[in-house]
């Protein structure tokens, strides 16, 4: 058994319950400019995060070393006599049943290093030859193999691995004394599915397009807002449906449980399974709770807070299989979906029909208030008139409240992406928001 005499020593000095949970993480970067690599990093890394019960007290450390583990428990056992506010935590025994994952079959480690670095060069010469405007250009490929280790005293053993890649393009475009820029990204854990030509066309896209743009005038519009601009607002909204956020009260919804928050049209789901995307998907947490696919809001409903052990026991409740972190344990999710609608974009933009598509958000972490819900936020996208795309917009300011703006969903794209932050979500059209121009 793994750690056998740290459980012994754990016991003799103390500790009614410890555990030990292993992190490892590999890293290969690669940017490329001007078909020169400008940086190439490997990097591994290796923690052992432990939590144990003393003298009533939940206390944690942490060290890269498996021979430090008995000096940390000492330490720890010093701590746990100085902490004077205690918490109802425990280690957790085990949940009865895990889910099977899908089998993960990921080729990036078989595929040589002088190949990924020419998949880069390859990239950046594919936006070259998609448009004359495109001034520079980088690109980067990323890839991460991530394991976890969970074990305690109650005989908990658990343990999972996943691999993945992502490869990013930015663009820089130019015109008439205007510059934009453009990126696009794709995940994955299959080598081969990466496209060069399909991957730079996106990104030039979305730089050429916004060249050339206004302000309009300052009034309130319909607005569609894209898949990855929806995204950054679902992960906060469900921030807020943190257990030790309503435990604390410090979240509008707190009050709001089985009750409406969003328009009926919307559906946000934990979905720790994700048979597409088997590289994102968990089948227990980071204190070894089994997870399980949930709705959180369904029908505009608001079904379900999330829980970590620690705010589960605080509001006399079960963990939901949402603790996630190193030492400190957190609330978060594994992967977010939103279900889809029936529309396709230019189904969309005829229900528009005159309004705003909002393509990208700047300042969500000073220009957002997750409590209140409130934003004011600079931002960039389109004119839609007629049911179509016509003039490009920059500098402008859409400003709402996120509650407000779930309510107001009038359709749902399905058109669906997956954002880097694990969120799988179509496009939305959302009854108004104040648009600031000139």
Do not use: W
């Not at 078909?35 to 003298?55: D, F, H, P, Q, T």
């Not at 449906?241 to 604390?248: F, T």
């Not at 079904?303 to 400190?328: C, D, H, P, Q, V």
């Amino acid at each position: 058994m793994k750690f056998a005499s740290n459980f012994a020593y754990a016991k003799e000095i103390g500790f009614s319950d410890v555990e030990f949970k292993v992190q490892t993480n590999k890293k290969l970067k690669i940017e490329t400019f001007h078909r020169k690599v400008e940086k190439y990093v490997i990097s591994e890394n290796s923690a052992i995060y432990l939590r144990g019960i003393i003298n009533g007290n939940l206390v944690s450390g942490y060290t890269e070393d498996k021979k430090n583990i008995n000096d940390i428990l000492d330490t720890m056992k010093k701590h746990s006599t100085l902490i004077e506010c205690k918490k109802a935590q425990k280690i957790f025994e085990g949940s009865a049943k895990y889910h099977r994952l899908k089998k993960q079959h990921s080729n990036l480690a078989e595929v040589p290093v002088n190949k990924k670095i020419d998949f880069c060069f390859e990239l950046e010469d594919e936006v070259r030859k998609a448009s004359n405007l495109v001034v520079e250009v980088e690109t980067s490929y990323n890839e991460n193999l991530e394991s976890l280790e969970i074990y305690n005293s109650h005989g908990l053993n658990l343990s999972y691995k996943n691999t993945y890649a992502y490869v990013f393009a930015e663009v820089v475009a130019s015109k008439d004394k205007d510059t934009r820029t453009g990126f696009e990204v794709k995940i994955t854990d299959d080598f081969d599915s990466f496209d060069a030509k399909a991957l730079a066309a996106k990104a030039v896209d979305k730089a050429v397009k916004s060249l050339g743009g206004i302000q309009c005038a300052s009034k309130k519009y319909k607005i569609l807002l894209t898949q990855d601009v929806f995204a950054s607002f679902v992960n906060a909204f469900v921030r807020q449906a943190s257990g030790d956020a309503v435990n604390k009260q410090k979240t509008l919804l707190a009050s709001k449980l089985h009750q409406k928050v969003g328009s009926s049209k919307l559906t946000i789901s934990e979905d720790p399974f994700v048979n597409e995307y088997p590289f994102m998907a968990r089948n227990f947490d980071d204190e070894g709770v089994a997870t399980y696919k949930k709705d959180i809001v369904k029908n505009g409903v608001l079904e379900t807070f999330l829980y970590n052990i620690e705010a589960a026991m605080e509001a006399k409740r079960e963990s939901t299989g949402n603790g996630y972190g190193g030492s400190n344990i957190g609330i978060s999710t594994a992967f977010l979906r939103v279900k889809p609608g029936k529309r396709n974009e230019d189904e969309l933009l005829k229900f528009v029909n005159n309004g705003v598509k909002i393509t990208s958000l700047q300042g969500m972490h000073s220009g957002f208030n997750p409590i209140s819900g409130d934003f004011s936020l600079q931002a960039a996208g389109f004119l839609i008139e007629n049911g179509k795309i016509t003039t490009p917009l920059n500098l402008i300011t859409v400003a709402g409240n996120m509650y407000k703006m779930f309510e107001d969903i009038q359709a749902l794209g399905n058109d669906v992406e997956l954002s880097l932050g694990g969120v799988l979500t179509p496009s939305v059209v959302v009854k108004n928001l104040a648009i600031s121009g000139k």
